[in-house]
């Protein structure tokens, strides 16, 4: 199957924006080239547009809401449902796409690709449910209930690392609800996600319903949020960004779902499952070559079995596969997103060395490349360290030892961040106490990818606001009437 996005591609055209139905190459706008993080290639060029495109897109979603909100919840949901069909079809070639653009393992792509599917299925079969409360007859001479509905235009704002699951997320539920959105995904990886627009296209989704902005960040958040007729935004990224269009909505008090960075303790216990422990923690670790807002990101190891849990990382993280994920070969980690990344990462990694940590093993074979870094582990990392202190977003994390279950506790949630956290144990009454212990959002417990559709996914403190998935995610986009209704 070939996707309308890679023929254009490969015709050397420029990649449109959706604004009001229209795919369109703006003509005041410039166009802004996507390279591929492995091999700096150019992939393809957009059209990056600015304040005006998101003007337009939002003028262009407030028409369309109307129709949209009024439209059955069965025939929301059988577009939703085509849309997760036609994403699924073409999951493979979408995937490449996202492989290309972000220098994630092609596996990892088109399970991404897949995951988004899911997103749409769930939604479309969760806004068929019944909503609304009747309350109990405490004045007769009342009836009174509540009735759900869409918030309105919604701006769905996401990031590179997940650049197809993470627009899903916010988009399924939105359109769901009965919402229209005006969607600004990255810059550094605008190819595969247009892909998901197409889909709901093809499956019949009304012209502005959803549309797709190419542009500055900045400008074009902040156009978004001074339309008259935009009611929520939901954005996912870094903290920094999140507060700062958290202040500029808070003028129009508009509603926010904000899903930040995340710091994530790890926690191994001594009575743990060690070959669980380590498989889960390379999973969480590097999944995504290490640019996870849930990766592992603090590893903390029970005294008792640290030096063994050293031994057992050493051995593995030499044989770690880190390439080009379109070279052919089968990876586990390739290139970071790009140089600004690569600084960041080699910058925390080079000051814990020279305040006396150390890598643990061997490193990988890595090959010549301007976004590869050396992953794996450092122990000895002093606390006032950035690797100790800080989101990482990269393939590398410090270990560090534990004396008791309520030290580990006070080591993990000795962060502002509140997004994931991991701990392997063989104790059901630990896991519990663990469970209730730790200030974060997202728990795996004995168990790396806690990531599905049916389950809510948000943060705590400087991580977030909000959930996503489940119902608690279509929450976010809908509104609640209360009605009193006097009865004689
Ligand atoms: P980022 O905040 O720099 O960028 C996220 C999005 O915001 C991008 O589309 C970017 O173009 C846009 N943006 C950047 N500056 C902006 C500005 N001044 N105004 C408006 N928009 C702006 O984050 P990133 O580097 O792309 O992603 C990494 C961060 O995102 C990490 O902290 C990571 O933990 C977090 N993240 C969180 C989740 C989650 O679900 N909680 C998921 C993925 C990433």
Not at 80 to 107: P, Q, V
Not at 400 to 427: K, V
Request: with cysteine.
């Amino acid at each position: 199957m070939s996707l309308v996005t890679t023929e254009l591609i490969s015709s050397g055209a420029t990649l449109p924006m959706l604004i009001g139905g229209e795919w369109r190459v703006s003509d005041d706008s410039e166009v802004k080239g996507v390279t591929n993080p492995a091999t700096l290639d150019l992939v393809a060029r957009i059209s990056y547009g600015g304040a005006s495109q998101a003007k337009e897109a939002c003028d262009a979603a407030s028409a369309a809401f109307p129709a949209w909100a009024a439209t059955s919840t069965r025939g929301r949901s059988d577009i939703l449902i085509s849309t997760s069909e036609l994403i699924a079809e073409r999951a493979k070639e979408i995937g490449e796409l996202l492989s290309i653009e972000t220098g994630k393992a092609l596996n990892e792509a088109i399970g991404e690709v897949k995951f988004s599917a899911e997103y749409f299925k769930w939604f479309a079969e969760e806004i068929r449910r019944p909503r609304g409360e009747v309350f109990a007859l405490e004045d007769p001479t009342r009836r009174q209930m509540t009735i759900s509905r869409p918030i309105g235009v919604v701006a769905s704002l996401t990031p590179w690392n997940f650049p197809v699951s993470i627009q899903a997320r916010k988009l399924a539920p939105a359109l769901a609800a009965g919402c229209s959105v005006v969607a600004r995904p990255s810059e550094k990886a605008p190819i595969a996600v247009s892909e998901l627009f197409r889909a709901l296209v093809d499956a019949g989704v009304p012209d502005g319903v959803v549309n797709m902005i190419y542009g500055p960040a900045s400008e074009q958040s902040y156009a978004l949020i001074e339309h008259p007729s935009l009611r929520a935004i939901s954005f996912t990224g870094s903290t920094p960004v999140g507060s700062s269009l958290m202040r500029l909505a808070s003028e129009r008090i508009l509603r926010c779902a904000l899903e930040l960075g995340g710091d994530a303790p790890f926690i191994i216990f001594a009575d743990a499952d060690l070959d669980a422990a380590i498989e889960g923690l390379f999973i969480a670790k590097f999944r995504n070559n290490g640019q996870s807002c849930i990766a592992a990101n603090r590893v903390f190891v029970e005294r008792e079995v640290f030096d063994e849990v050293v031994d057992r990382i050493a051995k593995r993280t030499s044989s770690l596969r880190v390439g080009d994920p379109m070279s052919g070969q089968p990876i586990d980690i390739g290139p970071l997103i790009d140089q600004s990344r690569v600084r960041d990462v080699s910058g925390m990694v080079s000051e814990a060395l020279s305040k006396g940590a150390t890598f643990i093993g061997d490193p990988p074979i890595i090959p010549d490349g301007p976004n590869y870094i050396r992953p794996g582990f450092l122990k000895d990392v002093p606390m006032d360290c950035r690797l100790a202190r800080d989101e990482v977003f990269g393939p590398v994390a410090g270990v560090f030892p534990f004396d008791s279950e309520l030290a580990a506790i006070r080591m993990a949630n000795d962060t502002e961040m509140g997004l994931a956290g991991y701990a392997y144990s063989r104790d059901s009454s630990r896991i519990f106490r663990i469970a209730e212990g730790l200030n974060v959002g997202i728990l795996g417990l004995n168990h790396p990818l806690p990531s599905v559709a049916y389950a809510p996914m948000g943060g705590v403190k400087r991580s977030g606001l909000g959930r996503e998935g489940a119902h608690l995610g279509l929450e976010e986009f809908m509104e609640t009437t209360y009605l009193s209704i006097g009865v004689s």
